[in-house]
């Protein structure tokens, strides 16, 4: 088969996937719920079908390992998630999965010097108990055990999800990847629209983007909206309306700074009633930490600045402060000699989202290979591939390996 043909293959694949849904009609796949069940049967009869020998750890990660000659070789993990966000689309992450079986299956049998591991990691959105990267955490060795208690809608722990899929959460600390390791790389659709704009179908990640996420309130009185006076009113809505044009304009005149207010609820939340309390989210994203976080002083301050002019209390509660994350050099460099000898030019982007990539990076070297997503859509039904780009992440990643040959001297 061309590489052309492989891609179609996995094309075909992923959308085969996406039928395992918890939810008639569209693609739901949470956590060790019944339809991974489905995926990981699919996908391991390929992996096997590939040459590879294939498990499921205690954190519900499907993995597949292609042997080297060698017991004392070391090992390359390619890998991503396998759980989706509710109606989600057919690729995010399950596409990185399965080119990896895919670029394993074009060797046809042939041997390589180290071994490569097949990582369907169980967990990456956290959608069921709201704690996103159980399986990654646990391959990497950072799985905090008080998660197990967590609970989703249903009053089950993840404990529990653990053992109902046959799983032993005693055993989780087998989940950690063996040594010596080469590395992790992930192949991932963009979820953005850079690489579609430029027209490009691949692109090597430098970095994975710092957040900030911040619980904002917003405090005033509630009172009758017909008569009480504009100029007597502390309507926080309305203080909230103000700080979120504030929120748009930090970004808009800083370079590279995202900036979202993704959530607002307003209360009492009558027509009638003018607001006394309104709960907002803050979502803060740059590469370069030191921009992100003087851009979260920024709007800690305009938030106190509007409070007190409109007679408003504040409430500030950081949620989340995660460091950008950077890819290891030495692989960024051996996947962009890939790429270009692959002829797919030498672009690099950060990555705004996060991805299972910066929780393995604080256990080996990592980076990621992106590929274009149509008019960057993700997260959603519509998220489509175009095969041929598909077909050029199968020839780097194929390269990727020929070059890690060359390099490593294994």
Same mark, same amino acid.
């Given at each position: 088969?061309?590489?052309?043909?492989?891609?179609?293959?996995?094309?075909?694949?992923?959308?085969?996937?996406?039928?395992?849904?918890?939810?008639?009609?569209?693609?739901?796949?949470?956590?060790?719920?019944?339809?991974?069940?489905?995926?990981?049967?699919?996908?391991?009869?390929?992996?096997?079908?590939?040459?590879?020998?294939?498990?499921? $750890?205690?954190? *519900?990660?499907?993995? =597949? +390992?292609?042997?080297?000659? #060698?017991? &004392?070789?070391?090992?390359? /993990?390619?890998? !991503?998630?396998?759980?989706?966000?509710?109606?989600?689309?057919?690729?995010?992450?399950?596409?990185?999965?399965?080119?990896?079986?895919?670029?394993?299956?074009?060797?046809?049998?042939?041997?390589?010097?180290?071994?490569?591991?097949?990582?369907?990691?169980? $967990?990456?959105? *956290?959608?069921?108990? =709201? +704690?996103?990267?159980?399986? #990654?955490? &646990?391959?990497?060795?950072? /799985?905090?055990? !008080?998660?197990?208690?967590?609970?989703?809608?249903?009053?089950?722990?993840?404990?529990?999800?653990?053992?109902?899929?046959?799983?032993?959460?005693?055993?989780?600390?087998?989940?950690?990847?063996?040594?010596?390791?080469?590395?992790?790389?992930?192949?991932?659709?963009?979820? *953005?629209?850079?690489?579609?704009?430029?027209?490009?179908?691949?692109?090597?990640?430098?970095?994975?983007?710092?957040?900030?996420?911040?619980?904002?309130?917003?405090?005033?009185?509630?009172?009758?909206?017909?008569?009480?006076?504009?100029?007597?009113?502390?309507?926080?809505?309305?203080?909230?309306?103000?700080?979120?044009?504030?929120?748009?304009?930090?970004?808009?005149?800083?370079?590279?700074?995202?900036?979202?207010?993704?959530?607002?609820?307003?209360?009492?939340?009558?027509?009638?009633?003018?607001?006394?309390?309104?709960?907002?989210?803050?979502?803060?994203?740059?590469?370069?930490?030191?921009?992100?976080?003087?851009?979260?002083?920024?709007?800690?301050?305009?938030?106190?600045?509007?409070?007190?002019?409109?007679?408003?209390?504040?409430?500030?509660?950081?949620?989340?402060?995660?460091?950008?994350?950077?890819?290891?050099?030495?692989?960024?460099?051996?996947?962009?000699?890939?790429?270009?000898?692959?002829?797919?030019?030498?672009?690099?982007?950060?990555?705004?989202?996060?991805?299972?990539?910066?929780?393995?990076?604080?256990?080996?070297?990592?980076?990621?290979?992106?590929?274009?997503?149509?008019?960057?859509?993700?997260?959603?039904?519509?998220?489509?591939?175009?095969?041929?780009?598909?077909?050029?992440?199968?020839?780097?990643?194929?390269?990727?390996?020929?070059?890690?040959?060359?390099?490593?001297?294994?």
């Amino acid at each position: 088969m061309t590489s052309l043909e492989h891609a179609g293959e996995v094309i075909r694949r992923c959308r085969q996937l996406a039928e395992c849904s918890e939810v008639r009609g569209e693609t739901t796949r949470t956590f060790l719920s019944k339809p991974m069940r489905d995926v990981h049967s699919r996908l391991a009869g390929w992996m096997a079908a590939a040459g590879m020998t294939v498990r499921v $750890d205690a954190a *519900g990660n499907l993995r =597949g +390992v292609y042997s080297a000659a #060698s017991n &004392a070789a070391p090992t390359l /993990f390619i890998g !991503s998630h396998l759980d989706t966000v509710p109606n989600a689309g057919p690729f995010d992450g399950v596409l990185g999965v399965v080119l990896g079986v895919a670029i394993l299956e074009m060797l046809d049998g042939g041997s390589l010097p180290f071994n490569v591991e097949v990582l369907g990691f169980s $967990d990456e959105e *956290g959608v069921r108990f =709201g +704690v996103p990267f159980i399986g #990654s955490k &646990a391959f990497a060795g950072s /799985f905090d055990s !008080s998660v197990l208690a967590r609970r989703d809608a249903t009053g089950l722990s993840v404990s529990d999800a653990i053992r109902a899929y046959g799983l032993d959460p005693a055993r989780l600390g087998d989940a950690q990847a063996a040594s010596p390791a080469i590395g992790y790389i992930e192949f991932h659709i963009e979820q *953005g629209p850079v690489l579609d704009d430029l027209n490009a179908p691949l692109a090597v990640v430098d970095a994975i983007v710092g957040q900030t996420r911040v619980d904002v309130a917003m405090t005033g009185m509630a009172n009758h909206a017909g008569t009480t006076p504009m100029q007597t009113r502390r309507d926080a809505l309305a203080g909230a309306a103000e700080w979120i044009t504030a929120v748009e304009r930090e970004a808009a005149a800083t370079h590279g700074l995202v900036a979202t207010v993704g959530r607002i609820h307003a209360e009492p939340g009558a027509g009638n009633v003018i607001p006394g309390r309104c709960d907002l989210s803050l979502d803060v994203r740059h590469a370069d930490d030191g921009v992100r976080r003087t851009a979260v002083e920024h709007l800690a301050k305009a938030a106190r600045d509007i409070a007190s002019r409109r007679k408003l209390d504040v409430g500030w509660e950081a949620r989340l402060d995660q460091a950008t994350v950077a890819m290891d050099g030495g692989l960024i460099s051996s996947l962009m000699r890939a790429v270009e000898e692959a002829g797919f030019g030498s672009r690099h982007m950060c990555s705004g989202a996060g991805h299972d990539a910066m929780i393995v990076a604080a256990r080996m070297p990592a980076a990621m290979l992106f590929l274009r997503c149509e008019k960057g859509i993700s997260h959603h039904p519509s998220e489509s591939v175009r095969e041929e780009d598909v077909a050029a992440a199968l020839e780097a990643g194929r390269r990727f390996l020929d070059v890690l040959r060359q390099t490593l001297h294994v």
